[in-house]
């Protein structure tokens, strides 16, 4: 793939996902201008923290940041891009930034529920999300967390490390309900129950109100409540595609990308959380809300944004810490595949599980396994029929016989 070159790039973003782009134009000898905006102003940190060692207060923002700054790189930080025209970005302080190359990285943000809104009230998605969150469950002592994804657990764990009591209310029937089978998510319910944490599955919140006494307490559809001094809302993302969506690009969940972050517009690219990009595995489209994803994606786009070579997209994973249990997960897992364990046992915190559909390979889920989920996510894009006569505790080591 070659094109020519642009002269002034611009990345709306100063994320992983905008940084690492902007990093990459420069490491491949870009030499025209390059200009990353962002509405935060802390300098690109590593965002995973925020809901692990930046709320337990072991680690400040400055310890947790990407890295350096990027030579030749103009750094615009709190302030917000609010109109692209087809030449330039316009500014909330008045400046108008000129482009010939887009790069869409605005990322997401938390996703809000109705009638929800009431004093000690959190959400978590970004470090100045962090100290007022940290802050009242300090003062309260007690947590409620509304959403058992994720995020939800992590912040759950680091609240009860706090010496926070703590309760976890989940919609679906069960946590990690997105990636994780019926047996793992027992485990996660059963892991969280031995750290002091109760949890509600099948919980639909309906109502939240202030009691006299300063504390919150949430109402469920059937009518079942809960209460605490302070409440965390923790109910997935939304995609910040509002940018994208104004100039006429291509929207579903998220920006509608190809293989190469190319948007609908010619010279407009998108990348990261606010990217939905094709899965060449199983079809349709996808938004990668992981970190490992953002930089994969960043490097792809400026890569193409230079008219490189930008490979097959990454098969995306991620990783989620809860209590000292380091969880790794890949591919495209849901509750509702086949899930084989390959090697060790829940029961004992330590296995790798692939989940199959049909004889299809689409993810895997373990913990204490890493060099597993990276050679089983090999095979995920190989997308090869598994025979799963042969999954047992040697299957990895033999990865080749696998394949009929």
Known sequence: MTTRQPSNVVIVGTGATGYTAAKVLRAEGFTGSVTLIGNEQEATYRRPAVSKEL?????????????????????????????????????????????????????????QLDRLGSGHVFSLRTAADVAPLHADILRTGSLLVIGGGLIGCEAAAAARSLGAEVTVLEAASAPLNRIAPAAISQMYRDLHADNGITMHTAVSVTELEKLPDGTLRATAQDERSWSAGTVLVSVGS?????????????????????????????????????????????????????????????????????GLDVGDLDVPWGWSTQHGVNLQFAGWTSADDEYVVVRGSIEDRRFTACALRGDTLVGAVGVGYPKDIRQIRSLIARADPIDRNLLGEDWLDQPHAVVR
């Open 55 to 111: 709320l337990l207060g072991t680690k400040s923002v400055d310890q947790v940041q990407l890295g350096a700054a990027i030579d030749g790189v103009d750094v615009r930080t709190g302030v917000t891009a609010t109109a692209v025209t087809d030449s330039a970005v316009q500014l909330d302080n008045g400046d108008q930034v000129p482009y010939d190359a887009l790069l869409l990285a605005t990322g997401s943000r938390a996703r």
């Open 238 to 306: 939304v995609a910040n595609i509002e940018l994208g969506a104004d100039m006429g690009l291509e929207t579903a969940s998220g920006i509608l990308v190809d293989a190469a972050m190319r948007t609908s517009a010619a010279g407009i690219y998108a990348a990261g959380d606010v990217a939905e990009v094709p899965n060449s595995v199983l079809g349709g489209t996808y938004r990668s809300e992981h970190w490992n994803g953002a930089v994969d994606q960043a490097t792809r786009a400026a890569r193409s944004i230079l």
